[in-house]
């Protein structure tokens, strides 16, 4: 009898101290954390996405297969739940994408995975010299846009953004700022087709115009000051879902380009950064340079384009850059040491 009752007893205090240490472990296992992402169609992200991933597979969490999804409907999942993080939140040009799912209640941007990227119109070097183009604004000469006529219309055509990137909203506020749209038609569609058209343009001997920006392969093909010339802008425009900016914040060297340098950066599910610290101080430090991207998207265009060509890509990236690497993982895990110091305090 004394012994079914100390059997009790020890049974007793036995679960007693299974809940109280459950209660005082507030970092979840990573183990079974499973993290869903996602990215657009636009393949350069599904690479910046396997690095990441890469990384919180390292830290023990559990990878889902990202999903393509477009820009505005992303923010919306993140925001509903439905996904963790991406890697899409093009600032300042997804603001508004960014508030309409539910702005600092529901999301937070983390980190800035690839920084600094600049924006800007460029133009082939040779018609550049040949008729003296610095500034976007001489395009409001008819002889001078009808250099850039490849429809045969008269206008100037530019090679611009996808529609839903929200660039394409920046480069239709400037033609209306800058007087524009009677001389400069924007061409819009798949911005890879169109890019090709104007390339193959450009080894004719045929005058190009087209917006370009950072990260893209076509900065490795078109080298500025040697092919092509970035045009200037007369002064500042900007819609006003990008905030109260100046020509400061446009411009680079002294030069005004029209758009404000873009800082690709990591967005995520509220709720998810805060159960989930260790995953948000690998997002906080993880960075892949602009030069980087800019060759990946290169290796793209090349043919190496298939989702196990960028796991690759990315595997090697990993490689390359492991000392840093190891470094980004060695302080993310340093957040569960030190939130285990914080609750052995309580």
């Avoid at 998810?272 to 793209?300: C, G, T, Y």
Wanted: proline share 4%; net charge negative; hydrophobic share 35%.
């Amino acid at each position: 009898m004394k012994q079914k009752y100390l059997k009790i007893f020890l049974g007793t205090i036995l679960t007693s101290l299974l809940i109280i240490f459950t209660s005082c472990q507030q970092v979840p296992d990573n183990q079974t954390v499973t993290i869903r992402s996602a990215n657009s169609t636009f393949i350069q992200e599904l690479f910046q996405t396997e690095v990441v991933n890469i990384g919180l597979e390292k830290l023990g969490y559990k990878i889902k297969k990202p999903k393509q999804i477009e820009y505005p409907a992303i923010y919306i999942s993140l925001a509903n739940g439905d996904l963790d993080y991406s890697v899409v939140y093009y600032e300042p040009q997804h603001n508004e994408f960014f508030e309409n799912a539910g702005g600092q209640e529901k999301l937070e941007k983390v980190g800035k995975l690839t920084p600094d990227g600049v924006q800007r119109y460029e133009i082939d070097k040779k018609t550049a010299d040949k008729y003296n183009i610095t500034n976007l604004q001489q395009l409001k000469n008819p002889e001078i846009a009808k250099l850039f006529d490849s429809d045969g219309d008269g206008k100037a055509n530019l090679v611009g953004c996808n529609p839903g990137w929200s660039c394409e909203l920046t480069i239709n506020h400037h033609l209306k700022a800058y007087e524009l749209e009677d001389t400069v038609e924007h061409n819009q569609g798949q911005y890879e087709i169109l890019l090709a058209d104007a390339m193959t343009r450009y080894q004719e001997g045929k005058p190009i115009l087209y917006y370009a920006y950072d990260t893209h392969w076509i900065s490795t093909k078109l080298k500025p000051g040697k092919d092509v010339v970035w045009l200037e802008v007369p002064f500042t425009p900007l819609p006003k879902e990008m905030g109260n900016l100046t020509e400061k914040d446009t411009s680079l060297d002294g030069k005004n380009f029209g758009f404000q340098i873009m800082q690709q950066r990591i967005v995520a599910n509220k709720k998810f950064l805060k159960n989930n610290p260790v995953a948000k101080r690998w997002f906080e430090l993880v960075q892949i340079p602009v030069a980087d991207m800019s060759e990946e998207s290169l290796r793209i265009k090349e043919g190496e384009d298939q989702p196990e060509d960028i796991l690759r890509h990315a595997q090697e990236w990993i490689k390359n850059n492991q000392e840093k690497c190891d470094s980004w993982l060695e302080k993310a895990r340093q957040e569960t040491d030190s939130l285990d110091i914080s609750n052995n305090k309580k």
